[in-house]
């Protein structure tokens, strides 16, 4: 019988194929929290890769932000050949690893932002980079755009159905935005509507990613609870993300936000990546845990050996 992915342990999730995982998930009932992680950074703990610190604070899924295909660096990791590094990721943290690719719109000028966030060819979302992740073995890809790098909603549906085509039937496809990364037009309410929605999932959309309640302004528990009952109608799960450095706020901040999110009816909780810089503060992934789970799955998950 098919497990609750907080139930699992690593053999158990990372032999899940796509459509048990997505029912995994989903039989989670709102307590699946996904983390963020950058690998081409300073880890926070010097010698261990902020993967594995995220998945020892309690995330059950992780996502690789900033993760260039064709120079995959994961600082800290055990050397191991470039096409390795996601299949290594998994058995050190024993967890679902996801990857994001961003749908650059060309006639963007992405000058926008910080120096870290510069579009590299390897991050774009072309059809050779999806078979490249899907090849190292990744279980997701996010469709989605970091700050200042113009990712238009219309790229992510032209994305979504190239990349469905072909690899629908092999890995989880995601889509939506967090902030506006830097479309100015697809600001607040704005960034996602119910057309996008419907226009994702028709589109091959497996999984719909929204803000997070309170992360972006105009954005209440309301509106994003009216979008996650749509994606469900259509048969679609939700990501409710913090992607806007509040991930690096006060406890009782990330505590409002999780349940905020839980209100609405999404299946997976995620944090993002600007804590510091790299995953979001460690301190916030078990309070954030325990707020959707409580102490005893927290617990669980942090403590059970990826041996198991």
């Not at 139930?7 to 989903?26: G, R």
């Amino acid at each position: 019988m098919l497990k609750r992915l907080i139930d699992c342990s690593a053999q158990e999730a990372l032999h899940m194929n796509k459509t048990e995982l997505l029912e995994s998930i989903a039989l989670s009932e709102g307590r699946v929290l996904a983390c963020e992680t950058i690998g081409a950074v300073q880890p926070m703990l010097g010698s261990i890769t902020n993967a594995e610190f995220a998945a020892s604070m309690g995330a059950d899924l992780l996502v690789l932000n900033m993760f260039d295909v064709n120079e995959p660096q994961v600082l800290a990791l055990p050397a191991v050949e470039p096409g390795e590094t996601i299949r290594e990721l998994k058995r050190l943290t024993g967890r679902v690893i996801g990857v994001n690719l961003e749908p650059a719109d060309p006639d963007f000028s992405a000058g926008a932002g910080e120096e870290i966030w510069s579009l590299t060819s390897g991050r774009t979302a072309t059809l050779q980079n999806a078979r490249t992740v899907c090849s190292m073995g990744a279980d997701m890809i996010v469709l989605t755009g970091n700050p200042g790098i113009g990712v238009q909603n219309r790229a992510i549906l032209e994305s979504l159905r190239t990349l469905s085509e072909e690899l629908g039937d092999r890995v989880i496809l995601a889509a939506g935005k967090m902030h506006a990364s830097g479309i100015l037009t697809e600001a607040g309410q704005n960034l996602i509507t119910r057309e996008d929605v419907a226009a994702f999932v028709k589109a091959g959309a497996d999984v719909i990613l929204m803000p997070a309640p309170g992360t972006v302004p105009g954005i209440t528990t309301e509106y994003i609870r009216a979008l996650v009952e749509y994606a469900h109608k259509l048969g679609a799960l939700t990501i409710t993300a913090v992607g806007t450095s509040q991930e690096g706020a006060d406890k009782e901040t990330v505590r409002r936000i999780a349940l905020w999110s839980k209100m609405t009816g999404t299946d997976i909780h995620q944090l993002g990546d600007a804590g510091y810089i790299g995953m979001a503060l460690p301190e916030n992934i078990t309070a954030y845990s325990v707020a959707i789970k409580g102490i005893r799955h927290t617990y669980r998950r942090m403590a059970r050996s990826i041996n198991r």
